[in-house]
């Protein structure tokens, strides 16, 4: 019997554990149909440039801190050699993020391909984009191109870092909401084993 109790006390840990983390939406929901016009207005960078390089970066699996709380999601970033920008501070040498795909909307881009990219700003100097931008590969944007028109060269490199919109943190009241949903699980069936176990050795 408490090998069994103890079996379902990890069972619930685990599942609470899923319960409190927080996740990326099951599926990417997109705008369709925007214009070039609106999706340059509404980007803070504009560029063309060829892929070098990929980084992919994953969360720490744990935290002693916060054990069953994951606080972070896996991203990639793509190293750019910039060919010609149209809109913001684009180095010769630009890092863009984005997401890993399978609902997190990021762009799969490939090493070695060039591309037209709608960004928006990331950390630092990087910039960030996705599937609902109107990026595409440069052999597919004949109509952005069009558009566009003739641009400018890139910045040699970025002396002071742009202005990044960091993604908000989750609020210490909240992570111990979460800390409280992943432990009251496994408590409540350690609870009722307990009570069973009183209820069985009376009768």
Excluded at 174 to 179: A, G, H, V
Aim: net charge positive; proline share 8%; charged share 10%.
């Amino acid at each position: 019997m408490r090998k069994f109790a103890l079996l379902v006390l990890l069972l619930g840990v685990c599942l609470g554990g899923q319960l409190a983390a927080p996740r990326p939406a099951a599926a990417c929901s997109c705008v369709a149909g925007i214009s070039p016009q609106s999706a340059f207005a509404a980007a803070q960078a504009v560029f063309n440039g060829q892929v070098t390089a990929l980084t992919l970066h994953t969360p720490p699996l744990f935290d002693p801190m916060y054990p069953f709380i994951s606080k972070d999601f896996p991203f990639k970033e793509f190293s750019f050699t910039v060919t010609s920008v149209w809109k913001g501070p684009v180095a010769t040498q630009t890092v863009v993020q984005t997401g890993v795909g399978g609902g997190d909307c990021g762009y799969n881009f490939a090493t070695g391909q060039s591309y037209l990219v709608y960004a928006d700003r990331g950390a630092g100097t990087r910039f960030a984009t996705g599937i609902c931008s109107r990026t595409a590969p440069l052999s597919q944007a004949a109509a952005d191109l069009a558009v566009l028109g003739a641009g400018r060269a890139p910045q040699p490199a970025l002396a002071v870092p742009i202005a990044a919109v960091p993604a908000p943190a989750a609020p210490a009241a909240d992570l111990w909401l979460r800390y409280l949903l992943a432990a009251s699980f496994p408590a409540g069936v350690a609870l009722w084993l307990y009570l069973s176990q009183r209820r069985a050795a009376r009768a």
